[in-house]
């Protein structure tokens, strides 16, 4: 052991420097209100994990917070997308951003996507550009090792900055060990525990539940087919349907906009407790209630 052991007295100086840096101890608030009070002004430094069922607008709702906190001072956002390419995620963010300013024509994605003439692509991107200068999309790194070296020489990159890093999702991660898989997402939720503990960042990791969740509310429970996430993670999201009827969630699908309900289902740090949103699948942007 190379570091020398010291009794909490002797710390007490190294603390006292430690919560004077802004850096270390200021939570991220995610861009709700009522969200970031029920968290308390936001999620710490460590591994947050955030489920759902496919296809329920997880990485959308993510992709939004990604933009809310990109746009802070200090602050640099690290998107791994390993489902979506890079340009469908822009086209989502520029869809909301239509959508959110009343000085933009509404576009949809696929609208976004047409190359139409009529469409003022510099006012749009103009207005992108501040949450663009501060976040980082790939989506050519699957592989565990990879995505650590990547992460590392990033944070090496950007010592002074509030770094987050979210990885949509857990179960695309590759992994060469010989493990069953769920074997697998153990040791890579455990890894990604220790790499934001030694860099000093928060990682958010989307995940998808088991399959006996399809049918019923989200718990603690609707992860435990994944590893170790549950036991793992500081802070453990869930979103679900409001009306969480397992017999009414292709009726659910189909609304725009969709109800939605977040639950802090785990929390080192403070309170649980539930908020509801209205999901407007058609400009990807999630509104809370």
């Known amino acids: 052991m190379n570091e020398e052991i010291k009794n909490t007295t002797q710390l007490l100086e190294e603390y006292i420097h430690y919560i004077q840096d802004d850096t270390k101890v200021k939570k991220t608030p995610l861009g709700f209100n009522k969200l970031d009070n029920l968290l308390n002004g936001g999620i710490p430094r460590g591994l947050i994990t955030l489920g759902a069922i496919p296809s329920l607008g997880k990485t959308t709702f993510m992709l939004q917070v990604a933009d809310n ?9 690290l998107f791994f997308s390993l489902e979506m390419s890079r340009f469908d995620l822009i086209s989502k963010s520029l869809s909301r951003l239509t959508f959110q300013d009343e000085n933009l024509q509404q576009l949809t994605c696929d609208e976004l996507m ?10 749009i991107l103009q207005r992108y550009e501040p949450i663009a200068n501060n976040l980082y999309s790939i989506d050519y790194i699957y592989d565990i090792r990879d995505i650590k070296a990547f992460i590392t020489q990033f944070r090496e990159c950007n010592p002074n900055d509030n770094v987050i890093v979210i990885i949509d999702y857990l179960q695309y991660i590759l992994n060469d060990k010989n493990s069953n898989d769920k074997q697998a997402i153990d040791l890579i939720t455990k890894s990604l525990k220790e790499l934001s503990k030694s860099l000093g960042i928060t990682i958010v990791a989307i995940s998808s539940l088991n399959r006996a ?6 718990t603690m429970e609707s992860f435990k087919e994944s590893g170790s996430i549950e036991y793992t993670s500081d802070v453990l999201i869930g979103l679900e349907y409001t009306n969480s009827n397992g017999n009414d ?4 699908a189909r609304k725009n906009p969709r109800k939605i309900t977040l639950s802090i289902i785990k929390n080192r740090y403070g ?3 539930k908020i509801n949103f ?3 699948t058609k400009y990807n942007t999630f509104i809370e209630k």
Not at 69 to 77: I, Q, R, Y
Not at 249 to 252: A, H, L, P, T, V
């Open 213 to 218: 969740n399809y049918s019923g509310s989200i």
């Open 114 to 123: 047409s190359n139409d003439e009529t469409i003022d692509y510099n006012s």
């Open 278 to 280: 209205d999901f407007n």
């Open 69 to 77: 906190m990109a746009s802070l001072e200090n602050t640099k956002v």
């Open 249 to 252: 969630r292709d009726y659910e």
């Open 271 to 273: 309170a649980l407790g």
